[in-house]
């Protein structure tokens, strides 16, 4: 598993999670990034928050 480490805190965010939950565009978006900062540090990448996707996941039955 890759993980995406911001670089202004101790966060990091699974490729894999990334991908699914944010899209490939926006995985990219991170891989091209330097610095990275993450969707806690800086407000203006929270295009669909962490935590909303996974709501939406769980919502949808598909962690049962």
Not at 20 to 30: A, P, S, T, W
Not at 31 to 56: F, G, I, N, V
Request: glycine fraction near 6%; proline fraction near 6%; hydrophobic fraction near 30%.
């Amino acid at each position: 598993v890759e993980v995406m480490c911001c670089d202004d805190c101790p966060r990091g965010f699974c490729e894999e999670c990334i991908q699914q939950n944010l899209g490939g565009n926006e995985l990219q978006n991170v891989e091209r990034a330097d610095p990275w900062r993450c969707y806690h540090c800086e407000p203006a990448t929270q295009r669909l928050a962490p935590k909303t996707a996974c709501s939406r996941f769980i919502a949808s039955g598909a962690a049962a």
